[in-house]
């Protein structure tokens, strides 16, 4: 499931963070079990992406594969079942690397409330 993660091309690490996503709104008990094999794979891509932004490099590439993972992040922080499991790892992520971003906070409120308001 993760190795689609670390794949070079940036349409591939979409698609694979995109079935990951469908993954979890059906079978949460499959994504629980590797959550720290996933969230090691988000923070990579998460830390990797953000970096070429900031150096002018790649930017629509590195922003597509971010708002990507963001989404992935918002279907788990609102999955019933994977409220109810502690995950310390995904929590820290989400807290110390998402929502202390202010560009990374900006782009998970503006997929939360395009989500909430069913587009």
Known sequence: MTSGL????????????????KLTQKTNVIVISRIENIVTAFEKLFQSNFKLISQKQSQERAMNIIRAVLRVVYTFQTSAEIQETPMPRFTDFLKNQVLVNPDAKQMYERIAASAQSGF
């Not at 670390?6 to 996503?21: F, G, R, S, W, Y």
Request: hydrophobic letters at 50%; glycine letters at 0%.
């Open 6 to 21: 670390v794949d070079t091309e940036e349409e591939n690490v979409v698609l694979t963070l995109h079935i990951l996503a």
